[in-house]
Nanobody
């Protein structure tokens, strides 16, 4: 089973940028579709972005399109989420997740491994 560990969260002003990292251990990253989800206080977890196990395709929720970029470095077994033009409503705990199925899903229940999360706080 793959283990995931996120880092890179923090406090940033509105309009700023952060890059989240998720290091995978135990299995090669290339075996998995990788996704980023987020959960704000009092809200349900929501999908943000994903990258297919082949690396060929990426997927974004509407709020992430044009501002967030998911990428991966298989040599480092790491997936990234570059977040630009951050807004206060982006404040949440961000989680990376891994899914070994053939197709990318935007529903968390399909993902078999999760990191512990990293807090992102955007001040206005």
């Amino acid at each position: 089973q793959v283990q995931l560990a996120e880092s890179g969260g923090g406090l940033v002003q509105a309009g700023g940028s952060l890059r989240l990292s998720c290091v995978a251990s135990g299995r090669p990253l290339g075996n998995y579709n990788m996704a980023w989800f987020r959960q704000a206080p009092g809200k349900e977890r929501e999908f943000a972005a994903a990258i297919h196990w082949s690396g060929a395709t990426t997927y974004y929720e509407n709020f992430a399109k044009g501002r967030f970029t998911i990428s991966r470095d298989t040599a480092k077994n790491t997936v990234y989420l570059q977040m630009n033009s951050l807004k206060p409503e982006d404040t949440a705990v961000y989680y990376c997740a891994a899914d070994s199925s053939q197709y990318v899903h935007q529903t968390g229940s399909f993902y078999e491994a999760w990191g512990q999360g990293t807090q992102v706080t955007v001040s206005s």
